[in-house]
């Protein structure tokens, strides 16, 4: 009777640590989402920002050869009444905001043979010099395009600081 139990409580912890292995992939929307992370100013003009992702199908990044950009910063700044505003791009003659834009390679070829399924992970930019402006306070709002043409919330960094 003894052996039988103890049979039994050892098919039941092996079958409890199988279906313990059987992670379920986590599920994202198809559109991509960005959070913001983190800035670090290096000193020398240059800095890195750091958003997190998702997306549920995986179908992030520019291929090799590819031309184009799916990762967009927009510079705000604080102007005389407190207010964050565009930042305009002083090289055209429109008003328009100052952009930076990025190709963000595609995430399979991080992990070679992954399939487009639903990824997470971080997108680490660094900004060349000059990143800074005559603004001492600043902003992004940075947006995220997949390879689909979603386009991810709009993520507002906090206050930087140059």
Known sequence: ???????????????????GSCVREEQFPIEPHITYKSFTNHGDGSATIVFSFTDGDGDIGIEEGET???????????????????YDNPMTQVQDTLTRAYAVSPIYHVNPGKKKKSSKGEIQVLLNPPVFGAPE????ACLLVDRAGRQSNLELTPVLYP
Not at 5 to 16: E, N
Not at 70 to 86: G, I, R, S, T
């Open 1 to 19: 009777m003894k052996m039988k139990t103890g049979i039994k409580i050892a098919l039941f912890t092996a079958a409890a640590a199988a279906f």
């Open 68 to 86: 184009g950009s799916n990762f967009f910063l927009y510079y705000y700044y604080k102007d005389a009444n407190n207010n964050f505003v565009p």
């Open 137 to 140: 306070t600043f902003k992004f």
